[in-house]
């Protein structure tokens, strides 16, 4: 029997060999160890024996107060250990060196603030790659918050180039989120799929995931400037030039679509895009509702899609520029 019932190693010999030999004298059992007259008191005491000649309880009942006590000490040290734990981020956060070039973020809030003001407090320009499994760390902030504002009043308008996998595009949330960094004039890629989530700021700053999907460890790495974080710049640039951009072409779609689509098609798409309904799309355009679903069930036969979001993604790649 494993050590940990608080009775010690004479105490839990004395109760096993009770619980396979039954009722035992307190002179027989002394022949087994000599202290048996001391851990039988222990053992009567925390209820694991009673009588003369000794008898064990039922493990059931005898060892229930020792489980419950135990497992409320570890729910305490679990409680210590996580308050431990911010209290070392929050101190960390206060007192975190500009000059340290890489950051291990472990707190959700303090991961959300530095995105924030990664995405926020940007001057020149902001890149960021948005993948799955989409989980937005803070509301979507508007054009007109204050947040992005600089202290005489004037908007902060950096340059912002975005990667959007794929996937994300079924996601409501992510949606918001793009049609938000379209109304800002950012610079809309689609990429069929991205290594890591990433924000840039300013070429001089970057959040990027310490460990790579899958993992259920979500600490993050904040890199200030130096060679980790130009590798981030690289890394961003490979997958833009290979990434689609997400807008129409202004003479309204590409020649590759000519044969494919018309000018109606490519204005529900781009109102897709923007997140109407399709009620919505059909008084914009100036047609009925079936008129619509129609063109979009014909356009996800052309491309091959299943759903709008492998349409969209299709459409960016094929009939937008």
């Known amino acids: 029997m494993k050590s940990g019932l608080g009775i010690g190693a004479i ?97 959700r809030d303090y991961i959300a603030a530095t995105f924030d003001e990664l995405s926020l407090s940007a001057h020149r320009e902001v890149l960021q790659f948005i993948t799955r499994p989409f989980v937005p760390l803070t509301a979507v902030h508007s054009p007109g918050d204050p947040a992005r504002r600089n202290p005489d009043g004037t908007l902060r308008r950096p340059r912002r180039r975005f990667v959007y996998e794929q996937a994300v595009l079924g996601n409501e949330a992510a949606m918001a989120g793009l049609r938000n960094a379209a109304r800002l004039g950012a610079d809309i890629r689609v990429a069929k799929e991205l290594p890591f989530k ?21 600490s993050t790495l904040f890199i200030r400037g130096g060679v980790l974080t130009e590798c981030m710049i690289v890394m961003f640039e490979h997958y833009w030039s290979e990434a689609t951009p997400l807008e129409a072409d202004r003479s309204g779609f590409g ?48 491309a091959g899609a299943d759903t709008r979001p492998a349409l969209i993604y299709h459409a960016a790649r094929t009939w937008m520029r």
């Open 11 to 107: 105490g839990e010999q004395l109760y096993q060999h009770l619980v396979e030999h039954g009722p035992t004298s307190t002179a027989e059992l002394e022949r087994i160890s000599p202290e048996a007259a001391g851990a039988l008191t222990r053992l009567r005491d925390v209820g694991l024996v009673v009588g003369e000649p000794a008898t064990a309880r039922h493990p059931d009942y005898a060892l229930r107060p020792l489980v419950a006590n135990a497992e409320a000490s570890l729910t305490e040290l679990k409680a210590m250990s996580s308050e431990l734990r911010h209290l070392y981020d929050s101190s960390t956060a206060g007192s975190r060196s500009p000059n340290a070039p890489v950051e291990v973020l472990t707190s």
């Open 198 to 218: 990433l924000i840039i700021s300013d070429r001089e700053r970057a959040l990027v995931p310490r460990f790579p999907r899958g993992v259920s460890d979500q």
């Open 255 to 302: 020649p590759e679509a000519a044969e494919e689509i018309d000018k109606q098609d490519m204005a529900i798409l781009q109102h897709i895009v923007s997140g109407q309904t399709d009620d919505s799309i059909a008084r914009l355009i100036g047609t009925s509702k079936s008129t619509v679903l129609r063109r979009i069930k014909r356009m996800r036969e052309l």
